[in-house]
């Protein structure tokens, strides 16, 4: 059974600092990992989607990295902003299996 | 191109009663997933479905929850006799294929009192 953790669960930083968060999965036949940010209330915003053969994507001011063999990867965000305050999610899709399986997330609070 | 929509986006149950949720995938989606989130929780995975079919009901509590996509019609999430434990945040998200990238709607949260 693949397990998600995602660690530290909840972070401050002030504005403009880098920042990264952590992921890491039990099960390293992964089919893809796929990073959702979630602001209170709302639905999951999509931000990276790695596959499997990936080592890494990005996307503006974020990175994230994927090591299959150690079952870990990490969100980078570069020069953050008050705007990036939510929760990030890591998802990993195993195998040929359709369901993803989440992470508790990591809630983010960036200080003016 | 509407997203995947889902209503009512919240929903207020008494215990006992029934709760039907409903998921109107993207346009040219016939794959609907649902996952439930517990208060504090990552979305954990509860049913998969094509349209009349379900491929992987493995997360599907036992007894009250079923699913359903039929031919014409969004997909449905029923709790019957909820409990004050069902209060959770009820997600959808669609995908126009087997292994594709799943879109993710805007949630139902339901509160049972």
């Known amino acids: 059974k693949q397990e998600v953790t995602q660690i530290p669960a909840a972070l401050s930083v002030p504005e403009g600092e880098n920042l990264v968060l952590n992921c890491s999965f039990t099960?390293?036949?992964?089919?893809?990992l796929q990073w959702f940010r979630q602001d209170p209330g709302k639905g999951l915003t999509s931000l990276l989607l790695i596959q499997s053969s990936q080592r890494e994507q990005t996307s503006g001011r974020l990175n994230a990295s994927l090591d299959k063999s150690s079952g870990r990867s990490t969100l980078y965000i570069a020069a953050s902003q008050p705007g990036d305050s939510a929760t990030y999610l890591c998802a990993v899709r195993r195998g040929n299996f359709n369901k993803f399986y989440f992470g508790s997330g990591t809630k983010l609070n960036v200080k003016p | 191109n509407a997203g995947v929509m889902q209503n009512p986006r919240h929903l207020v149950r008494r215990r006992g009663q029934e709760a039907r949720l409903r998921c109107s995938p993207m346009?040219?989606?016939?794959?609907v997933y649902w996952y439930r989130q517990l208060p504090e929780e990552g979305l954990k995975f509860m049913v998969y479905?094509?349209?009349?079919?379900?491929?992987?009901e493995s997360g599907m509590p036992k007894e009250r929850f079923s699913a359903e996509f039929p031919k014409e019609g969004p997909s449905i999430l029923r709790i019957q006799q909820v409990v004050r434990g069902d209060s959770a945040a009820y997600f959808c998200a669609s995908s126009p294929g087997s292994l594709y990238e799943q879109y993710f709607g805007p949630g139902t949260r339901l509160t049972v009192t």
């Open positions: 099960d390293s036949a992964i089919y893809n």
């Open positions: 346009k040219g989606h016939s794959h």
């Open positions: 479905l094509q349209k009349e079919n379900i491929i992987d």
